[in-house]
């Protein structure tokens, strides 16, 4: 995998609101490709190891976990035929901090990309794009170190509000920062009649009319695409796993210390 110049991720809180600052001068906005044949969704997952692992639940969990598991689906496109899954674990190092959570996905989906036989043209995220209080989400981030197109699709909104939409599938209002003067940061878009719809920004080197377009491309009759959709349940069945184990082997120190 060919990436870009990496900033450090051993930083404060305050260092990566100024590195977000800083890629945000460097963004660009338009199409950087003229032919997708591979396509790729991306997710991550969050667990906690250790002596608490099993003590833990909801959101306190989400905060205080330690380990991330990062899963990527490639695809061949249009045809949407998967190709290859691979997945990464890494330890965390940066705190729950709401409007910087790409600093604790972006290492551990890094590491599962480099496992990759070959890098997609297009990478889906499972979060914002440009969607974000700094225009700094996890798919704008990620695509400007990888130098590559990606497209934010979100289940919930971060910034901005959006007027009604059509009932039918493919139908889109445009969300507003009203705080930035109404600058328009993406849309609410439905890809399934009569659901609620989700969120898609720019993340990098595609027009939101593209992004809109693609995501729809890849959209099979469920609200959310199908990348991020395969995405999410690929790191959902590896935690799950994950915790089976932890708690297979906090089953065995347990017998171990009986028998002391």
Same mark, same amino acid.
């Given at each position: 995998?060919?990436? &870009?110049?990496?900033?450090? =991720? $051993?930083?404060?809180?305050? +260092?990566?609101?100024?590195?977000? $600052?800083?890629?945000?001068?460097?963004?660009? &906005?338009?199409?950087?490709?003229?032919?997708?044949?591979?396509?790729?969704?991306?997710?991550?997952?969050? @667990?906690?190891?250790?002596?608490?692992?099993?003590?833990?639940?909801?959101?306190? /969990?989400?905060?205080?976990?330690?380990?991330?598991?990062?899963?990527?689906?490639?695809?061949?496109?249009?045809?949407?035929?998967?190709?290859?899954?691979?997945? !990464?674990?890494? +330890?965390? #190092?940066?705190?729950?901090? %709401?409007?910087?959570?790409?600093?604790? +996905?972006?290492? @551990?989906?890094? !590491?599962?990309?480099?496992?990759?036989?070959?890098?997609?043209?297009?990478?889906?995220? $499972?979060?914002?794009?440009?969607?974000?209080? #700094?225009?700094?989400?996890?798919?704008?981030?990620?695509?400007?170190?990888? &130098?590559? %197109?990606?497209?934010?699709?979100?289940?919930?909104?971060?910034?901005?509000?959006?007027?009604?939409?059509?009932?039918? /599938?493919?139908? =889109?209002?445009?969300?507003?920062? +009203?705080?930035?003067?109404?600058?328009?940061?993406?849309? /609410?878009?439905?890809?399934?009649? &009569?659901?609620?719809?989700?969120?898609?920004?720019?993340?990098?080197?595609?027009?939101?009319?593209?992004?809109?377009?693609?995501?729809?491309?890849?959209? *099979?009759?469920?609200?959310? %695409?199908?990348?991020?959709? *395969?995405? $999410?349940?690929?790191?959902?069945?590896?935690?799950?796993?994950? /915790?089976?184990? !932890?708690?297979?082997?906090?089953? =065995?120190?347990?017998?171990?210390?009986?028998?002391?």
């Amino acid at each position: 995998m060919a990436a &870009g110049k990496m900033h450090s =991720w $051993d930083v404060s809180t305050q +260092e990566a609101r100024a590195i977000q $600052d800083g890629l945000r001068k460097k963004w660009v &906005g338009v199409d950087a490709r003229e032919r997708i044949e591979t396509v790729a969704g991306l997710d991550a997952a969050f @667990v906690l190891k250790g002596s608490q692992a099993l003590k833990n639940r909801g959101r306190a /969990a989400l905060r205080e976990a330690n380990m991330a598991i990062g899963g990527v689906v490639l695809y061949k496109f249009p045809e949407m035929v998967e190709l290859e899954r691979v997945f !990464a674990c890494v +330890e965390l #190092r940066f705190p729950y901090v %709401p409007g910087l959570l790409s600093f604790r +996905e972006i290492p @551990v989906l890094l !590491a599962a990309l480099k496992k990759l036989k070959k890098m997609p043209d297009l990478l889906f995220c $499972d979060g914002q794009g440009i969607a974000h209080p #700094r225009r700094m989400g996890l798919a704008t981030h990620l695509g400007m170190l990888l &130098g590559k %197109p990606t497209i934010g699709c979100a289940k919930s909104i971060l910034i901005g509000s959006h007027g009604k939409l059509r009932h039918k /599938a493919g139908s =889109w209002s445009a969300l507003v920062d +009203e705080k930035s003067g109404g600058e328009q940061v993406g849309v /609410a878009l439905r890809t399934r009649a &009569g659901v609620a719809p989700i969120y898609v920004s720019q993340g990098n080197m595609v027009t939101l009319e593209t992004a809109m377009r693609l995501t729809l491309a890849v959209t *099979d009759g469920y609200r959310i %695409p199908r990348p991020t959709r *395969d995405a $999410d349940r690929y790191v959902g069945q590896l935690k799950r796993s994950r /915790a089976y184990q !932890a708690a297979e082997y906090q089953a =065995w120190e347990q017998m171990q210390s009986s028998e002391k």
